[in-house]
């Protein structure tokens, strides 16, 4: 019996080595390392190569990326031809090497293009590349020179510039003392520093012009005062005189950047372009990309405009990010925009992860008017408790612990316990919103309230949804309708656009003619002589013949709808992203108010116009006959008065009685 059962010992030992010995087998053909092989560049020696002492070698990937860099690669001589040897991973690449005696910074470098546009004016730069080239193999791989550099010591016949075009029309500098130089080499004719005009009673010492070589260089000295410097330069070739005019900056002067978001999150399977508005609080401000860091040190993304490239006012931050590969759990990449003038900058980051998957979706009531999937939570105008309460499901999709943060105070929002999948992350829970019916009702109206639901994660990521109850909003004391009037007595579907898809419209309202009780346009149609309103623009009443607005409501007068102008801006994060069809303030209450940039109908034709300026809201004011004042809103929140031909269509949002 004993020799039996070490037969079958010995058996089942080794059925379990032949068991391991194929799991190994096949798990090392599952998992393949990408292979390291040796290129050589060849090319053939110049008189410029033989100056230097090494090459600056860029690898690139096959939508031009850069994948590598070598910034000082050695350059093995030979009798007949010279090559720079680097070790790379197979794919399909192409290479670019610098060859330069000087060093040079690579910090720009991100694509292809870059390599034109920091080096390729530079005479002292020759930039030689190869055509993309599959490595699988140690191989040799040709160079070829894509500008021939000229030589320094052959006289090149210089032509003549015009002395106006080597000029700028105007320097900026900032508060700090600086040399400025300007190179006057292609001027073909002789010319010299004339006289410095400064403004009435500002000091005129601060400002040095010298002659110095082929070039000019103004000397400024720092500003302390608080306020800007101005100066005028005169220059003459004995034909013209070309003025120069010199700008310096008050120090600490800074514009304020805002980024309609600061963080992405991503799960990094796919190759991705994410766009960021990067809105500056005027468009004459300036602002540019000061530093992008990964933290694995990789060169998977690109960013445009490039790094240092420099920006004014509102413009969108395009960054191309790569698919991140399946063996990386997660990275991140951390953009730094800088605004101002030194030393006072202002910086602002933006981040950027891969590998965290934490998304939502909303699913409404059945046949709900207020339904979208993401975004807020908004109940009708018309909701009942009678009716049963609502309750809203929300799924989360999510490869992390997250939990939920709100408001307790807020009573009339229940919000259940999430239920998890078993050994998972994902899972869902119920939010029930109480009617608010019976809230301080004012001219048959609840007053509007809200709140946010937060949903965050083990990294940080925070995802709001607005949970919003319309009705009216109070602004300076005053109140109003949350919403546009959409016909005679009636109100727009919805008041919150966060979360409707692009281009929905249930929020704008209708379009009436000055004086009109119905929302359509009609050419034939006269407009009252006076004002929409009855009294004064000071004492306004509600003209009941001629007002639209619900019982106990009434088209505002001008004096009143300015009270608009002055509302406290509410934070970008409660905007619509990428959206530029909404501006949103706060009520008095902290309640967020939404008014629609939806244009306005031509006096003409009745035809919709949507412009920059065209966003308009009517008041009750008469400005003459045929004119009435409006309040004209701008996309960067801007608003002001205007008058307007009554015959145009525009919406309307209602006051208090």
Request: with cysteine; charged share 25%; proline share 5%.
């Amino acid at each position: 019996m004993m020799e039996l059962a070490d037969v079958a010992v010995l058996a089942f030992i080794g059925v379990g080595l032949v068991f391991q010995s194929v799991r190994y087998y096949r798990s090392d053909r599952r998992i393949k390392a990408k292979q390291k092989y040796l290129v050589s560049l060849l090319f053939c020696e110049t008189e410029f190569t033989r100056k230097c002492p090494s090459g600056i070698v860029l690898v690139f990937d096959r939508i031009g990326h850069l994948v590598r860099k070598f910034p000082e690669a050695d350059i093995k001589k030979r009798k007949d031809r010279s090559k720079i040897c680097c070790s790379v991973e197979e794919g399909v690449l192409s290479f670019c090497v610098l060859f330069t005696s000087r060093s040079l910074s690579l910090s720009g470098v991100y694509d292809r293009k870059d390599i034109e546009r920091l080096f390729g004016g530079n005479p002292d730069i020759l930039i030689a590349e190869t055509a993309l080239q599959e490595v699988k193999s140690d191989a040799p791989v040709r160079l070829n020179v894509v500008r021939e550099v000229v030589d320094e010591d052959k006289p090149a016949e210089a032509s003549s510039v015009p002395f106006s075009m080597l000029l700028p029309p105007e320097i900026v500098t900032d508060a700090m003392s600086k040399d400025l130089q300007i190179n006057m080499s292609g001027c073909g004719s002789v010319w010299e520093v004339g006289d410095i005009h400064y403004p009435e009673n500002e000091p005129d010492h601060w400002l040095s012009l010298k002659h110095e070589g082929e070039g000019l260089v103004i000397h400024v000295r720092a500003n302390f005062s608080s306020y800007e410097r101005i100066a005028a330069v005169e220059l003459c070739n004995g034909v013209q005189i070309h003025t120069l005019k010199v700008r310096q900056q008050m120090a600490g002067m800074h514009a304020v950047l805002t980024v309609n978001r600061n963080l992405y999150v991503t799960d990094g399977q796919k190759d991705e372009v994410v766009p960021f508005k990067v809105a500056a609080d005027n468009e004459q401000a300036t602002w540019h990309v000061k530093a992008a860091n990964a933290n694995d040190g990789g060169c998977w993304y690109a960013i445009k405009p490039a790094i240092g490239i420099r920006q004014t006012g509102t413009k969108v931050l395009e960054v191309h990010i790569s698919a991140k590969p399946v063996n990386v759990r997660s990275r991140s990449l951390s953009v730094t925009l800088e605004t101002g003038t030194y030393p006072f900058c202002q910086t602002t980051d933006i981040v950027l992860i891969q590998g965290v998957c934490f998304n939502y979706y909303i699913e409404y009531p059945q046949d709900d008017i207020c339904a979208r999937h993401s975004g807020a939570i908004e109940t009708p105008l018309d909701y009942r408790e009678a009716d049963g309460v609502k309750s809203y499901i929300i799924c989360v999709d999510s490869n992390q612990p997250w939990h939920i943060v709100y408001d307790k105070k807020a009573e009339w929002m229940e919000v259940g316990e999430p239920e998890l999948l078993q050994g998972h992350y994902d899972g869902r829970f119920v939010v029930r919103v109480h009617s608010n019916e019976g809230n301080a009702v004012r001219g048959g109206l609840p007053a509007a309230r809200s709140t946010v639901l937060s949903l965050i994660n083990d990294t940080g990521v925070v995802k709001d949804i607005l949970v919003y109850q319309g009705g009216y909003v109070r602004i300076r004391g005053k109140y109003w309708l949350d919403r546009n009037l959409l016909s005679e007595g009636k109100l727009a579907q919805v008041a919150v656009p966060v979360g409707l898809e692009e281009g929905c419209t249930l929020n704008h309202g209708g379009y009436f003619q000055f004086g009109s009780r119905s929302e359509l346009w009609t050419g034939n149609f006269t407009p009252c002589k006076g004002s929409w309103h009855a009294g004064k623009p000071e004492t306004p009443l509600r003209a009941s013949s001629l007002d639209p607005s619900p019982v106990g409501w009434r088209v505002p007068s001008y004096i009143e709808l300015e009270t608009f102008m002055s509302a406290p801006v509410a934070s970008l994060g409660l905007h619509y992203e990428d959206n530029q069809d909404n501006i949103c303030f706060l009520s008095d209450d902290g309640v967020p108010v939404y008014l629609p940039l939806c244009g306005h109908r031509s006096h003409i034709s009745g035809c919709r116009i949507v412009i920059p300026h065209g966003h308009r809201y009517w008041t009750g004011s008469s400005q003459r006959t045929v004119y009435g004042y409006s309040l004209c809103v701008e996309s960067n929140r801007r608003m002001y008065i205007m008058h307007d031909m009554k015959k145009c269509g525009f919406p309307v949002r209602s006051i208090l009685e």
